[in-house]
C-alpha cells in the first residue's frame, strides 16, 4: 500500500484549509504553523490547554511504546485495521485520522495490513507533544500532530474513517469531519479488562456490568464486537511498563503500586470492546 500526504488539515485559530509551504503549514490568513525536526507539527493553540504540558508524559508514553512493540495487543490492532479497511476500495484513495494516536502502534499496523494498490492518507493526533514525538520517529509517513478532539485540525466532511483508541471521543466533532457514510472505529475496555491486575492493585473491585451501546447522534451502529484472549506477561518491567500506560497507576494507592511492581509475571483476561459507527448522511 502507499501512504499519501494528507491534504485536508484545517487551522486551529480559524478553520481555513491549511496548505504546506516548505517547512510550515499556513493558511490563508496568514496563521503559521512550523514543521518540527522531528516530523510532527503542534496545532494546539495556548488558549486551548488544560496545562502546561497535557496528555501522557513521556515516561508513560515509552512505557506503551516498549508494551505495544512487544505485541501484547496485536489482537486488538488487527481487529482494528479489519473492521477500518472493511468496505474501503481496494484501488482508491481514503483519508483516516486517529483521535488519540498516542505514540502511533494502532497506525503503523493499520499501514500494514492494508492490501496492494490501497492507498491511505493518515493522521495522527493526540494532545500529548511526547506522544506525537514518539509517533514521528517510528514512522515519518504519516501526518502528525499535537491538537485535541474537542476542536480537531482536519477539514469538515473530508474523512472516510475516524478511530478512538481508549479514548476521549467527542462526537460532534467527529460527525463533522467524517463524510456521510463515513466510520467512526471506537475501542473501549470491556468489564473484565486487566481484572487480575485490577484485583491486586485495590482492595476491591465493584461489579461491572457490560455497558450499553450508546448511538451518537448524526451515527448508526454498524457492527459490535469483543476482543477477548488470555495475556501473560513476564517480568516486572513489562509489568511496570503496563500499569504505566493505565489510568490505574494514578487511581492505585502506594500499597497496590507495591504489590504489582513485585510480581515477576502477571496471567490476566484482556477484553475490550469494538465499535463500528458509520456517519449518516446531514438533514
Known amino acids: 500500500m502507499s501512504i499519501l500526504p494528507f491534504t485536508a488539515l484545517a487551522c486551529p485559530l480559524d478553520g481555513a484549509p491549511l496548505h504546506r509551504q516548505g517547512a510550515a503549514w499556513q493558511c490563508a490568513a496568514g496563521h503559521n504553523f512550523d514543521i518540527a525536526s522531528q516530523g510532527y507539527t503542534h496545532l494546539l493553540p ?19 511504546r516498549r508494551f505495544l512493540n512487544a505485541g501484547h495487543y496485536r489482537p486488538i490492532a488487527d481487529a482494528v485495521a479489519a473492521a477500518t479497511l472493511v468496505d474501503l476500495p481496494v484501488d482508491g484513495a481514503a483519508a483516516c485520522l486517529d483521535a ?3 505514540e502511533g502502534y494502532y497506525l503503523r499496523q493499520l499501514a500494514a495490513a492494508a492490501g496492494e494498490g490501497q492507498s491511505l492518507a493518515i493522521l495522527g493526533l493526540d494532545i500529548s507533544k511526547w506522544a506525537v514525538q514518539a509517533a514521528a520517529k517510528q514512522d515519518k509517513r504519516p501526518a502528525w500532530v499535537v491538537g485535541s478532539n474537542a476542536n480537531l485540525p482536519a477539514l469538515p ?3 472516510d474513517r475516524v478511530l478512538c483508541m481508549f479514548g476521549f471521543p467527542v462526537y460532534p466533532e467527529f460527525a463533522r469531519v467524517l463524510k456521510p457514510g463515513g466510520r467512526l472505529i471506537q475501542v473501549d475496555a470491556g468489564p473484565e479488562h486487566l481484572r487480575e491486575l485490577r484485583e491486586i492493585i485495590y482492595p476491591a473491585l465493584k461489579e461491572e456490568r457490560p455497558a450499553e451501546t450508546r448511538i451518537p447522534d448524526g451515527f448508526s451502529l454498524l457492527a459490535s ?5 488470555p495475556l501473560t506477561v513476564a517480568g516486572q518491567e513489562q509489568i511496570a511498563d503496563l500499569l504505566a500506560m493505565t489510568p490505574h497507576l494514578y487511581r492505585a494507592s502506594a500499597e497496590g503500586r507495591a504489590r504489582a511492581a513485585a510480581l515477576t509475571e502477571l496471567s490476566m ?3 475490550v470492546r469494538l465499535l ?3 456517519r449518516l448522511a446531514a438533514d
Open 100 to 102: 488519540g494516536c498516542g
Open 276 to 278: 463500528s459507527f458509520a
Open 46 to 64: 495556548v488558549q486551548n490547554k488544560r496545562s502546561r504540558d497535557p496528555g501522557d508524559s513521556k515516561e508513560m508514553v515509552a512505557a506503551r
Open 225 to 229: 464486537e469483543s476482543v477477548r484472549y
Open 269 to 271: 483476561t484482556v477484553d
Open 157 to 159: 466532511g473530508t474523512l
